[in-house]
Structure formats: C-alpha cells, structure tokens
C-alpha cells in the first residue's frame, strides 16, 4: 500500500494525472504498478487500476489476473471495480474511500445511480440497432471450435 501512495504522490506532483496509485502483487512479489494517466494520455480508462493490470498482464502473458491482489490508494471507481473482476483479481486493498475521493472532485456516485436505472431512465441515450446482423457474429463465435474462453 506504502508502493501505491508513494506512487499517487510522485505522478500527481509531475502532472501526470489525478493522485491515484495501484500495484499488482502476486505471492508477495510486484508484478505491475500503474498511476492515473487520463489527463497526460488523454485517455479517460487510464484510471491507476486499468494502466495496472494492462502492465501485469503484458508482464505475465494473460489476461487473468488470478493469483494476484490489488493495492490502491483508493477504493475502485466502477469501471475499475468491473476490469478488477474481469481481470479475476482475488483481494482488493484500498486506502481512501469513495467519498474521499468525491470531496476532492472526484465523485463516481452518478455511475452507481445509473446502473440499476432501466435503459430508458438513464442520462445517456442508448438505442439498439441491427440485433439481427450483429447476432451473425456471435452464433459464429458459439460455434468457432478454437474459441479461447474468457
């Protein structure tokens, strides 16, 4: 955790991004460390926990995370939350809340109000379109004999 908020710190000072740091263990041992890139990429998923398990899995050649624990200077945003299960990370460490987070400018509770809204209710409009051919793809894929499941 100590790695994490050290992290948070330097980046935040070198303008690199907001103050957030994550490290990716595995038996004891760092696989990847990650800090939040949104501003200097340009990026908005460079949160500290995606650019974390981007680097740990290019590092163990995977793309599950089992085995490894996440330590973050604070608790994960939804996205990260969702690549963080994804990703089949077993424990979560965090530091700062999200109501931390919030006073600072940083507040996720909108995300969290709109997942359980019907599709209609949401602030964002979503329309579905072409159900018919976009379903072509994923009856091949239910199919494809050398699928690689995830």
Known sequence: MQKAIRISQRTMRAGKGGPFGAVVVRRG??????????TSTN????HAEIVAIREACKRLK???LEGCELYTNCEPCPMCLSAIYWAHIKKIYFA???RDAAKIG???NFIYEEIPLPLKQRKIA???LMRKEALLAFREWQNKVDKVLY
């Open 29 to 38: 041992k760092v696989i990847a460390t990650g800090y939040n890139q949104v």
């Open 43 to 46: 990026d908005p998923t460079a």
């Open 62 to 64: 995977t793309f599950e």
């Open 96 to 98: 700062n809340t999200r």
């Open 106 to 108: 940083f507040d996720d």
């Open 126 to 128: 979503m329309k579905q």
